[in-house]
């Protein structure tokens, strides 16, 4: 079997409810260990090997992290990019932390195109109408087109930019 269609195979079955939640800004939502905790049992299952790197990048003198989700099944490949840019500063963080935060949300965005996960904070998605917003299980993975958020990220990769900036 192919890579793509085993890239197919793992999109349909991979569930990632957004489970966490943020107070703050009263959502739910998903994170990379989300991701990877829900993925890595499909991939075994499908006899590929998920993996997420990092690389530092500097454009226009702003440091970002690029982060690469690829999934590989014997000599073939497929491939995501993301990138997220390091804040110059934070409050009550170190300069280490600063780079883990920016690291986790390249990497959720890569791991995001890779799987055809749509993270899109909608309105229609977590609001029911009602006044109640949607509880973190109806809140399930929905998959767009594979071959427009690779051109996103191709492009977004070709000028340097992350995705929130397209």
Known sequence: MSII???????????????????????????????LAAAKPICIKHDCL??????????????????????????????TTAYAREELTKKGMDAAQITGAASSYARKYA????????????????????????????????????ETLSQIADRADQVGMSKDEL
Request: aromatic share 8%; glycine share 4%.
């Open 5 to 35: 269609k085993k890239l197919q195979a793992i999109q349909s079955e991979l569930e990632v409810p957004k489970s966490q939640y943020n107070s703050f800004g009263k959502y739910y939502f998903r994170n990379a260990e989300d991701i």
């Open 50 to 79: 998920l993996t997420v790197t990092d690389e530092m990048v500097v454009l226009n003198d702003r440091f970002y992290v690029k982060a690469v989700a690829r999934l590989d099944h014997n000599d073939e490949h497929k491939e």
């Open 111 to 146: 791991l995001n195109g890779l799987f055809c996960i749509d993270d899109v904070k909608d309105p229609d998605a977590t609001n029911k109408g009602n006044g109640e917003r949607n509880k973190p299980e109806d809140n399930k993975v929905r998959l767009v087109n594979v």
